[in-house]
């Protein structure tokens, strides 16, 4: 089994930052790809950034320019730097993990709550 425990998040201004940090341990394969999705009230979760074990990044259009990925993997952690943010981009983060082992294994951490005021 896999555990993320993710830590950061809270309540910031617009225009703020946060960082939010993800902490993977147990049966973990690699190649894998860490990464953060996020889900508001009455959406659906959506990708926000991943990155893999090769540190290739993706970010969702809404947060590039301000949100930045990175991964330090000898510790199996992902970091999340939240720079200028908006009050759109109120949330409840989940971490991601996932590997192929012949199928995808995908692992979520609990959820953090990020609220940015206007």
């Known amino acids: 089994q896999v555990q993320l425990v993710e830590s950061g998040g809270g309540l910031v201004q617009a225009g703020g930052s946060l960082r939010l940090s993800c902490a993977a341990s147990?049966?973990?394969?690699?190649?894998?790809?860490m990464g953060w999705y996020r889900q508001a009230p009455g959406k659906q979760r959506e990708l926000v950034a991943r990155i893999n074990s090769g540190g290739i990044t993706n970010y969702a259009d809404s947060v590039k320019g301000r949100f930045t990925i990175s991964r330090d993997n000898a510790k199996n952690m992902v970091n999340l730097q939240m720079n200028n943010l908006k009050p759109e981009d109120t949330a409840v983060y989940y971490c991601n993990l996932y590997f192929f082992v012949g199928t995808r294994k995908d692992y979520w951490g609990q959820g953090t709550q990020v609220t940015v005021s206007s």
């Open positions: 147990g049966s973990i394969v690699s190649p894998n790809v």
